[in-house]
């Protein structure tokens, strides 16, 4: 393969709803462009794109795969996102190597909810966006109402720069309004024949090319004053004004095409090969400390590490963008979050499933290196220069479960098999609870994560089983209660004597401990000799205050009823969850002279802690979620009346282009497979995001259920 210099290299993302056709036009691109002989099909399960097991057998992306063509004396590079939201870290990654997304909208439906998410991300990573109104082959086509719901949706930058001439199961046939020309198709597909436009079509190719031209105009001072002067702009002038509009995301082009049928990629192929900006047209990239790495292929090398997987055959590929620089066959870097040298033994460009060895890439290139020593998504490379590249930020996980192997032998092949997912896919996170006693896996989504399970049966070989998680509460106390035990063990051998008094108050923020107390109608007058301030690792406080005077317990045996006290903060008395916010004050006890010891005051301290925790009008606290739901207003009242019998709290809605985005705080232990309820109201037109906000006090009828639970589970151990 020749080599591209930086300035021969463009970089798009493929985005769209599931089903709108990115992997097949990646095929068609890469036919046109000769990177393969033949096209495959997602039925027929032999796209370049989707070459995994996984996406065979459910007929959809699920990874994002790295792709290249050539059109001309240009490289572009691919990356043919995954359009469910179940597989969002693809499509984010996929964003940020890419300077330009092209997002496929089917003619059939339109602006889809993924279509919707998609624009949103591009839109947050502030990405150039070209749009491509994919299927005119389809039988059942609206061009104009596809058009229509963009520019309700994607706001008035949405520009046609073409339009179908016969839409439907014959199109073959496009107006081009920057070609002024008709472009025919022959019946196969593939490159198209420039034809003069059919009178029939002058107007409206007229008026539309206006309209381009006054887009194109208005994001460039200099073409503006051309514009006004000569009331119009060459082709070469409107190009760099839709260049330009594209960088200042002022400009949504479309295009038309049928992937399926070949017809109008290679237009757009074109297009992004001549108009798309290069990465060096691009804002530079910025460290960790906030300083630009330019663009320059002369510079020193940098690479970032936006992908790794592993593939038969060859193990372990990182799949990275050159930030700078030009990179070499053996070239040794250094991995700056390890500081590991890493020789860059064999460099390749991808095509998905196939792979070109190359033996050099220049800035704002895509590669993929094998046999890293240890280096995986989100690193950084450089030759020189100890920095690093931000790392990708993906989106909070929407669904958990607990896991567990069938088989008692298998937790460490479970282990590897779940930290290679995630390396493969970020947004896969595992959790080994202390807390829960529980291997928690968190994804997008209940299909995320049977795409999972499907690894882990079929990949892996592991068997195993999928199980509620639990939900991590807290406990607290409410009001203040004394209690004592007596720890006496002295029947032959080593006795053990300890006891122990102690009163315990809510702990709030802020407050000290307070000498002079009335508990159940006893007053108490405290003298505090020391406090200990403990901030618990699961969020919350205990405060331990010493009050002991005359000797009563010796000062070595403090630390051991804290131990005590602590191990049932650790496991609560009511539900074994941790407990927090709680202020002890430590005022009497006894000794005794021989069998006085830390054990005995550690169990002596622990059950009076446990006592007095279960007079103290305890109350659970149960994780509470910010949850926010884009619908569709038909389907909005359905939304709402779901989250409040999952005892959620809709703290307000609005209107944004068509859909209605709902806030609400609910509690996670009523999250239990959200994605899939809210996919069933919604018919798949909804998304949403969650994310931890407060632990609150659950309601006295579910604090009922939960303890009953834990009791019923203690009985069953
Ligand atoms: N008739 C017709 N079918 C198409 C066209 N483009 C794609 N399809 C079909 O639509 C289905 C989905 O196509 P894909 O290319 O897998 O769509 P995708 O956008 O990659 O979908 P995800 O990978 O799930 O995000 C396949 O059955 C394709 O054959 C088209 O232009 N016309
Ligand atoms: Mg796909």
Redesign the pocket.
């Known amino acids: 393969m020749k080599n591209y210099q930086a300035g021969q290299i463009k970089s798009i993302a493929l985005l769209?709803n599931?089903?709108?056709?990115?992997?097949?036009?990646a095929e068609a691109m890469l036919l046109n462009g000769g990177i393969i002989e033949r096209r495959g099909?997602?039925?027929n399960k032999n796209t370049a794109s989707?070459y995994r097991p996984v996406e065979h057998e459910n007929g959809?992306?699920v990874f994002a795969s790295v792709l290249h063509t050539v059109h001309d004396d240009k490289k572009i590079n691919i990356l043919?996102a995954?359009?469910?939201d179940d597989f969002a870290g693809g499509v984010i990654s996929s964003l940020l190597v890419t300077e330009t997304a092209l997002m496929?909208i089917n003619v059939q439906n339109g602006v889809e909810v993924g279509s919707e998410i998609h624009f949103r991300h591009a839109e947050r990573m502030n990405k150039p966006m070209i749009l491509c109104i994919?299927?005119l082959?389809?039988e059942k086509t609206n061009f104009d109402k596809s058009v229509e719901m963009m520019k309700d949706r994607f706001g008035g930058n949405v520009t046609l720069v073409q339009f179908p001439v016969n839409e439907g199961e014959d199109f073959d046939s496009i107006i081009d309004v920057i070609k002024m020309k008709m472009l025919k198709y022959p019946k196969e597909g593939g490159l198209c024949e420039e034809h003069d436009l059919p009178s029939e079509y002058a107007d409206k190719a007229a008026e539309l090319q206006a309209e381009l031209i006054e887009k194109a105009a208005e994001n460039d001072e200099s073409l503006m004053e051309i514009f006004f002067e000569n009331d119009t702009l060459t082709e070469d002038e409107m190009k760099s004004g839709i260049k330009t509009g594209l960088l200042q995301r002022g400009i949504f082009p479309v295009f038309c095409?049928?992937?399926?049928?070949n017809k109008g990629v290679d237009r757009i192929t074109e297009f992004i090969a001549n108009v798309a900006p290069l990465a060096p047209e691009t804002p530079a990239w910025k460290t960790e400390d906030g300083n630009e790495i330019k663009w320059d292929a002369d510079g020193d090398v940098s690479l970032f590490v936006f992908k790794s997987s592993i593939e038969d055959h060859i193990g372990e590929i990182n799949f990275f963008k050159v930030i700078s620089g030009k990179i070499k066959e053996n070239l040794d870097v250094t991995n700056q979050l390890n500081s590991t040298k890493e020789r860059l033994s064999q460099i390749f460009v991808s095509a998905g499933k196939n792979r070109v060895k190359v033996n050099e890439l220049f800035a704002g290139d895509i590669g993929a290196v094998v046999k890293l020593k240890s280096t995986k998504t989100n690193h950084t490379l450089n030759s020189s220069g100890s920095f690093s590249f931000p790392k990708i930020k993906f989106p909070e996980p929407k669904f958990r479960t607990a896991i567990r192997p069938n088989s008692e032998g298998d937790e460490e092949k479970l282990g590897e098999a779940l930290s290679r997912m995630h390396q493969e896919d970020p947004t896969i996170l595992v959790e080994y609870s202390k807390e829960l006693k529980q291997i928690i896996v968190y994804g997008q989504g209940e299909y995320h994560l049977n795409i999972l399970k499907w690894h882990l049966d079929n990949i892996f070989k592991i068997e195993t089983e999928y199980y509620a998680p639990k939900i991590p509460y807290r406990e607290t106390i409410t009001k203040s209660a004394q209690a004592d035990y007596r720890h006496k063990k002295q029947s032959g051998g080593a006795g053990q004597f300890g006891e122990v008094h102690m009163i315990i108050e809510p702990f709030e923020e802020g407050s000290e401990p307070n000498p002079a107390m009335k508990v159940n109608g006893k007053d108490y007058k405290l003298s505090i000799r020391d406090k200990d301030q403990h901030k618990l690792e699961w969020g919350g406080v205990l405060e331990f205050c010493n009050c002991i005077v005359g000797g009563s317990i010796d000062g070595r045996f403090m630390p051991a009823i804290l131990k005590g006290i602590m191990e049932k903060m650790e496991e609560g008395p009511l539900t074994g969850s941790y407990a927090r916010d709680i202020r002890v004050y430590v005022y009497d006890g006894k000794m005794h002279p021989v069998d006085s010891n830390e054990i005995s005051f550690k169990l002596a301290g622990r059950n009076a802690f446990s006592n007095a925790f279960k007079s103290a009008n305890p109350k659970i606290l149960e994780p509470v979620y910010d949850v926010e739901i884009m619908v569709p207003s038909d389907r909005m009242g359905d939304v709402i009346s779901d989250l409040q019998g999952r005892r959620g709290m809709v703290l307000g809605m609005n209107s944004e282009k068509g859909f209605e985005v709902v806030k609400a705080k609910v509690p996670l232990a009523e999250m239990n497979k959200y994605s899939t309820a809210l996919s069933s109201i919604t018919g798949g037109r909804a998304m949403y995001s969650m994310k931890f906000a407060e632990y609150v006090q659950v309601p006295s009828d579910v604090q009922d259920v939960v303890i009953k639970a834990y009791a019923e589970q203690q009985e069953e151990e």
Not at 19 to 25: A, D, L, N, R, Y
Not at 257 to 261: R, Y
Request: aromatic share 4%.
């Open positions: 769209g599931a089903g709108s056709g990115k992997t097949t036009f099909s997602v039925e989707d959809n992306s043919d995954p359009g469910l496929m994919n299927g082959d389809h095409a049928s992937a399926k049928g």
